[in-house]
Nanobody, 124 residues
Framework: VQLQASGGGLVQAGGSLRLSCAVGGNTFSRYHLGWIRQAPGKQREFVAGIRWIGGGPIYSDSVKGRFTISVDSAKDTVYLQMNSLKPEDTAVYYC??????????????????WGQGTLVTVSS
């Protein structure tokens, strides 16, 4: 599975940003796709995940109600729509793929595939 994230940038607090992750490979439809972030000086944390087939999005408590993860199967792309951004959302955001998904997203060292990160900076 290949993952290519894009869409990061600088945005003011309260603003919105949409991240994209282009997905490739022969078997990616079997996987759960997700977003994981790492703020400066902090450990990586799960943000959102979704099954490529069947949906069922899940979110961390810190972004629930503000972020939306979605799949466009026609474009082989997973999105993270981020609204009402806060300075504490500043982080490098990574696209990832995991065969198990669900609670396994919190076992970050066991995630199957990682893309490169894209930096999101939220100014106050």
């Amino acid at each position: 599975v290949q993952l290519q994230a894009s869409g990061g940038g600088l945005v003011q607090a309260g603003g919105s940003l949409r991240l994209s992750c282009a997905v490739g490979g022969n078997t990616f439809s079997r996987y759960h796709l997700g977003w994981i972030r790492q703020a400066p000086g902090k450990q990586r944390e799960f943000v959102a995940g979704i099954r490529w087939i069947g949906g069922g999005p899940i979110y961390s408590d810190s972004v629930k109600g503000r972020f939306t993860i979605s799949v466009d199967s026609a474009k082989d792309t997973v999105y993270l729509q981020m609204n009402s951004l806060k300075p504490e959302d500043t982080a490098v955001y990574y696209c990832a793929a995991d065969f198990r998904g669900g609670s396994h997203w919190y076992r970050l060292t066991e995630i199957d595939y990682w893309g490169q990160g894209t930096l999101v900076t939220v100014s106050s």
